[in-house]
């Protein structure tokens, strides 16, 4: 062993003015501080497999000086805990040291490098520990379970590495790298850098909205898995509200399987500021390249392998179809000439219009329920998105119109029915708003005629991105033609004729079943091969509560039960005239004014224990 380190594990968290420096940690030496050293933190170093020492008594002479710095800030030895038991039900331990001891012995391996996350009040979330030893590495994630500790995630999403510095500098690019010490590295030469918990394969489990909106550059590892972590963190970051700006840089002369910290340690003599102009410099070209890229794309078009046509921008920015005799009108406009050249084959147009068949191709393209506007790969698939929902954003005030409505609509004497409805929207909106792929229960409104029922669906549709579309005659299995579901976020039936058909019925339960439960679809145009996309929908259906208008829903099973939420509406006075066509249109406005307040107390709402 080197002379003057000693090997034994510190807690970071008992210690003062910790920094990354390369691949160790330097911290203030506790056994300085004792008696008034080391004010600038500069004397203990850590290095990656847990070794210590501290500068000013290095060798040998510095052995009880290194006992003191373990004294005040080690973790107990792991064989000290063989011979005790400190676990207690159900795999808690007392503290998080006793745990990561504890794992150590079951790993055989070594607690090397500790990460917190913290979640948006700056409280500690949950922390990864790393394990090094003969065998390799592994990761292992505690957290705080009442009076204990116990190894795995916290529930519901987790937050981002580093998520107080990603709040608090928000007009700042955002670095995204794989794993905590890469963001760490890059945070020592000044840049604002994050990750997500537990490597390449788990990015859907992080909350990634602190990033909407904002530029964000991703630097992926030299191999496989870190290429699919940056598509995959692109694809979630585009389907944020808004959207955020993000882009994949690769760094160039990385080793295989090399990442950012190899990068930094090739600049391990240059300045801070030269690494951040050098890697600015880079994210420049990259950006030159993107936007070439996509400009080429843009100006010649996509070709939709589906329906055999183009799809160009016109004049105001609208995708538009065309067929291939007006797509090379477009192009000779543009000066593409259709004579072929001497001693050629096929001419210039030509050679364009193979070039955008092979290269820009998209199996599918139009309007897709919870997509905005862009070209994505889902699936093996390319797909263009022509348009976007219209999202509402939330905003404080108050909705005195609208309660009187959904209050008067669902008033029961005996239950409130209105936390059925906030909780059924509430994460619909949320849903929607992350661009997430969440499918929910659908929602059956049963009340007389003319009490509201089809103006809280037509709320519901504006509430949802304002596209409807109606699905009763392809869930009755009349026609297997759904193509135009897919353009819209809200499923609405209103009041239709009901089936006495049982097999009619069974069918649409079937299909009901697949909206509220399954993720993909299976969309089929007419005269066109059928291809599965992934839809954000949420189906309404509203009848009168006669027991032969009730047919329209289909029989109530338990494999139905829990797919519906069916509550009973009722006739109240509307809370403003609405006896001329302009007193309607008043009121619509006014409930249209509204919702941004509604959406905002949804957003606070929090859904009692016993929905």
């Not at 420096?21 to 080391?38: F, H, L, N, T, Y």
């Not at 497999?49 to 290194?66: I, K």
């Not at 999403?157 to 794989?178: A, S």
């Not at 996309?533 to 259906?541: A, N």
Request: net charge neutral.
């Amino acid at each position: 062993m080197e002379s003057g380190v000693e090997l034994a594990m510190l807690d970071l968290n008992k210690l003062e003015k910790v920094r990354q420096c390369g691949s160790k940690r330097i911290a203030r030496c506790p056994a300085c501080a004792e008696v008034g050293g080391d004010r600038k933190g500069e004397h203990l170093f850590i290095r990656e497999d847990g070794r210590f020492g501290c500068v000013q008594f290095p060798g040998p002479d510095g052995n009880q000086h290194r006992k003191r710095i373990f004294e005040l800030a080690g973790i107990r030895d792991k064989k000290s805990v063989r011979t005790t038991k400190t676990r207690v039900n159900n795999g808690e331990w007392p503290t998080l040291d006793e745990a990561i001891v504890n794992i150590e012995c079951r790993l055989r391996m070594r607690a090397t490098r500790r990460d917190w996350y913290y979640d948006r009040e700056g409280n500690e979330h949950f922390i990864i520990v790393r394990f090094e030893g003969e065998k390799g590495k592994d990761f292992r994630p505690f957290h705080r379970n009442g009076s204990g500790w116990i190894m795995k995630d916290p529930p519901g999403k987790l937050p981002l590495f580093r998520l107080q510095e990603l709040i608090g500098r928000k007009d700042e690019r955002v670095i995204i790298v794989e794993g905590e010490k890469n963001a760490s590295d890059l945070a020592t030469v000044g840049l604002l850098a994050t990750t997500s918990a537990h490597g390449a394969k788990c990015a859907p489990k992080s909350d990634w909205q602190v990033l909407a909106g904002r530029e964000v550059v991703i630097l992926p590892d030299n191999d496989a898995d870190g290429q699919t972590y940056a598509q995959t963190v692109a694809q979630l970051l585009s389907h944020l509200s808004p959207a955020a700006t993000a882009r994949i840089v690769n760094l160039p002369n990385l080793p295989p399987k090399g990442d950012c910290t190899d990068w930094l340690e090739c600049r391990d003599a240059q300045l801070p500021e030269d690494i951040r102009a050098e890697l600015d410099n880079l994210i420049a070209q990259g950006k030159k390249a993107e936007t070439v890229a996509q400009s080429k794309a843009e100006s010649f078009g996509y070709f939709d392998t589906g329906r055999n046509c183009y799809w160009i921008r016109d004049d105001r920015g609208n995708w538009i179809s065309l067929n291939e005799t007006q797509f090379k009108r477009m192009l000779r406009r543009q000066g593409v000439s259709p004579k072929t050249l001497e001693n050629a084959y096929v001419s210039p147009l030509d050679l364009r219009l193979i070039d955008i068949q092979q290269k820009f191709d998209v199996h599918y393209a139009g309007s897709l329920a919870g997509h905005s506007t862009g070209v994505y790969k889902i699936g093996e698939r390319r797909v263009l998105v022509i348009d976007s929902p219209r999202i509402i954003e939330p905003h404080p005030g108050e909705w005195p119109i609208l309660n009187a409505v959904i209050t008067g609509l669902l008033h029961d004497p005996q239950v409130d029915q209105r936390p059925y409805l906030y909780g059924w929207l509430k994460i619909s909106y949320e849903t929607l708003r992350a661009r997430e792929r969440r499918p929910g229960q659908a929602m059956v409104v049963a009340g007389v005629h003319d009490c509201g029922k089809s103006l809280l669906q037509n709320l519901v549709t504006v509430m949802l991105g304002g596209r409807s579309a109606r699905p009763h005659q392809f869930m009755l299995g009349l026609t297997p033609f759904n193509s135009d579901l897919f353009e819209a976020e809200h499923l609405m039936i209103e009041d239709e004729q009901a089936s006495t058909d049982i097999r009619a019925r069974r069918n649409f339960g079937t299909h009901l079943k697949s909206i509220t439960v399954n993720e993909w679809q299976r969309c089929h145009a007419k005269y066109r091969v059928p291809i599965s996309l992934p839809p954000f929908w949420r189906l309404s259906i509203t009848v009168n509560n006669e027991p032969e208008n009730l047919m329209v829903l289909p029989p109530i099973d338990d494999s139905i039960e829990d797919k519906l939420i069916i509550l009973r509406g009722s006739k109240f006075p509307m809370p403003m005239p609405t006896a001329t066509l302009a007193q309607r249109r008043a009121f619509w406005q006014h409930l249209i004014d509204e919702l941004p307040h509604f959406l905002d107390f949804l957003l606070q709402w929090e859904s009692p224990l016993i929905l």
